[in-house]
């Protein structure tokens, strides 16, 4: 769970999804359904009343999760002062003093990504379609990451790249840092990809004798395209938001921007501007995984291997 | 037929693809973590000048910064019950009776972009003249004494792991066979009855990974303390890590507590994983 506060997809699926196209609907009362208590009339007033609570409860704690969002919001649109109005300015120092942080995120990313995308796509192949002695083993190591917290990380990093690497303050430190992190997240959509991916065309391409690399590229790879995306995008929202592994391998010269964040609440205090830079930061996330649902829903989320 | 080369070759292919992946990780994840260990057991920073081993860092581990381990434990143990009390009806609610599923799992993201932008949040939250002061009380809280608290940390740290609890104990009911409840059902079981017989009992590993895992999380906490806690709240072993590494350059030191989150958190992942099946692989 590391780097990470893995998207682990809450897996709440929507009772279509749950159900299934094609599975056999039972004739009887779903499972869902209110059950009657003590006869369908009688019974009708305390289950309406017992279901308004837990909607009101429902609703309630997802009020809680979205309003420290929506507090941070609302500070950003406001001017500082005694009498605060509503006002854009915030945003204004997002794209002025802030860019430098946002650039380096954004290329913190984009670097993470194409490392990901280039160690992924074999190792996913490999561990998919072949079969070898260690498989499990090396699948556990390549899951460890996921699973070590991230400040374990950070400071293991921390120790190696100061005495060891040389990397600490270092553009290819931080990356490195990001990718050993999040590739496991990338590793999991990718395999579930191939896994749903007949070997068929494949061996189809084979026989019309395509070399295996041109097969790869021209076959297998469109095909588990979506895999890839979303495996992508999750990927994206994690290194764009991580903070904590961040800290303590950045060094001073390499501010990304949920860094940026926290320096300024240290050493300014909590100013709207900031509170602008967070929101934004929220909203490029929230916005890429609104994105990975309406591509994807949760099914590159499961799947369990072996 | 193929020759000896070639299959030998044919052998090779899947090692060479894993090469990458094995590679990175190994020299950024098993060995820091290897020298973290070592490092645990060396004074001060001298791992990589004089080679001093010792077994100081766990002395003082025990001594002086027991009440660090204690505080972390508490508060992880804490938010991990909160998160257990409140995360299992709202589970059950957005399970069995809640429409708007898109709704909840698109609102339930925001937490899990990590705890800076929440404690960001919640520090505007708990201002004493902040957004939801005259709300708080007229419910009768003292408002004054709200942030920097011990209860704002835990349920910072309660909000930010809840999207795991949910997750766990989603799976677990999703895992019941209606027809159980079905049968129940046709036998005459009341609901309260089919409920204590027959989720509850269903989803106790659910539960119980669920814990686990937002224990284990919260071990690591570092932001929300920092910018929730009052003085007390503080004292926690990422905290102080952070502090004897980066400030001190005591890494000695700061590898002993660091390998405290490590063997608790790993063993406690290990436990959620064995009893969480799958959920959340």
Redo the contacts between chains.
Sequence with gaps: MSLSGIPLDPQIKSEKEREGKGKIFYASTPSHAPIPLLGPYLSKIPILFLNGLAYLYVLFCLLIFVMPFGVTLWYSLLTRGRSPKLTLANYQYVFGSFLDSLLLSSRVSLVTLLFNFLIVIPAAYALVRYEFKGKRFVLTLLNVPLYSPAIILGIGLLLIYHFTYGLYNSFWGLCFGMIVGTFPLMLMPVMVALKDLDKVYEEAALCLGASPLYTFFKVTLPLIGPGISAGIILNFVIVWNEFLVTLFIAGPDYITAPLKVYNQILWFGYQNTTAALAATLQIISFLALMVYFKLFGSRFLKGRFF | MKSGAQRIKQ?C???V??L???T??VL??????F??VM?SFTEGSS??FEQKFTLDNYRELFSRYRAVIQTTVFLALASAIVDLL?GY??AY??????PY??????????????????A??????FLPK??LSPLLERLGINVLSLLYSKSSVILGMA??T???M??NI??AL?N?D??L??AA?CLGA??FR?FSRITLPLTRSGMVAGFL?CF??N??A??IPL?LGSQAEQQVV?IK??QQ??VMSN?GL??AL?MV??VL??SV?YLS?KFSK????
């Design positions: 052998r292919v899947p090692f693809l894993l990458p992946a094995v990175l990780t950024f994840l098993v060995l820091p973590l020298y973290l490092m791992f990589f409140l009806p709202f609610f957005l399970y069995s009776r809640f599923k898109d709704l909840a799992r698109a609102l339930m993201i925001f937490p899990l972009f990590g705890g800076l932008y929440l960001f949040g919640l520090y505007y939250l902040g957004v909000i930010l809840f999207p795991f949910v997750a989603m799976t999703q019941i209606p027809i409840k079905e059902l009341s609901r089919i895992m284990g999380w071990l690591g570092y932001e910018f990422s890590m952070y590494a980066l890494y700061s590898a660091g989150v490590m958190s790993f992942t994983l799958g959920a959340l692989t």
